[in-house]
Nanobody, 115 residues
């Protein structure tokens, strides 16, 4: 069974940095694209970033230039490096993968950006 576990969320000040990680199991990790989504209070879940099996990345406009998604196929991990954090980045962050016609999600990790 596919299982995803996020970690790394914390309380940080505006302008600070944080690196989120997601560990995946139950699939041939290197063959699949992975994505990060986030959900802020009183908002719908939104797409943040993705990385294909070949390493091609994509970002939503609000995080482009500040966030970097990467993957480690040896350790079955996907990362989200977040720099120059803003209060509007406050949200619960989730990683997800599509495998055999269904989507799998982790439980999420909370990021709070505040003074």
């Amino acid at each position: 069974q596919v299982h995803l576990v996020e970690s790394g969320g914390d309380l940080v000040q505006p302008g600070g940095s944080l690196r989120l990680a997601c560990v995946a199991s139950g699939l041939n990790f290197k063959l699949f694209a992975l994505s990060w989504y986030r959900q802020a209070p009183e908002k719908e879940r939104e797409y943040v970033a993705s990385i294909t099996a070949s390493g091609t990345t994509n970002y939503t406009d609000s995080v482009r230039g500040r966030f970097t998604i990467s993957r480690d196929n040896i350790r079955n991990r996907v990362y989200l490096q977040m720099d120059n954090l803003k209060p509007e980045d406050t949200a619960t962050y989730y990683c997800t993968v599509s495998y055999r016609t269904r989507n799998y999600w982790g439980r999420g990790t909370q990021v709070i950006v505040s003074s």
